[in-house]
């Protein structure tokens, strides 16, 4: 399944060759490309929109990609039919971003989209509670949103740990966190992985690791990214 693995995170890459930079890490077997999209109100920067999901999709999904997209926008509602037509295959909106995340995520997945919820560090993991059965993928902030290169939080792992809890049905509580059952909710996280917190993320049942300074900050992002991978126990591509 594609969802899965390394996402490197473009925020990081150098944008004046980005189209040369994801051919890099998909040549290397990424399969996930992770745009981060700041407004300048849910959180301070300002980045990219849908212009840049459009001129990169032709290229990731002739390498049998696909384009996540992490929505760190107040009211999302008003821009996802934007991101679904530029091309994104997965939309994530904050839980903290808009009272509604129920209209939201179904609207996200009537566009033909796996839909998210991401929530902030100081977020209590519950508020996935109401909406569990909305979400394809729910991603446990390991830094605080809006900027690449920050510290891994030190208790994100137990985050994640019951962030997996409060997705499963009754008849998984008590799995064994590396064994996601098909066709349940993907647990992604994003912020300070490396080499170490990826292999911490992985332990507490994250199967989907967003990757932005620890791939393109690198000099050989390509290699970076098998490092990764590796770390994560994500098979290379052959
Ligand atoms: C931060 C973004 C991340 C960012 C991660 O708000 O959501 O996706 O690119 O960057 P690193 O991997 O450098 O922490
Ligand atoms: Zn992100």
Redesign the pocket.
Known sequence: MAFAGIAP?I??ADFSRLGAQVAEVMAAGAKVI?V?VMDGHF?PPITMGPMVVDALSSEVHAADGVIDV?L?IERPERHVADFAKAGADSITIHAEATPHLHYTLGAIRDAGCLAGLAICPGTPVEAVGGVAAELDLALC?T?N??????PFIAGSPARIERLRAHLQGPAELGAEPDSQPAGSTVVEV????DARTVRLCAAAGATLF?????VF?ASDPATAYLELAGAAGVRAAV
């Open positions: 995170s925020l990081s992770h981060d959180v992490h760190m902030m830094v949103p809006g900027w690449g290169g920050q994003d912020g300070g992985v967003v990757a932005g300074s620890a900050g």
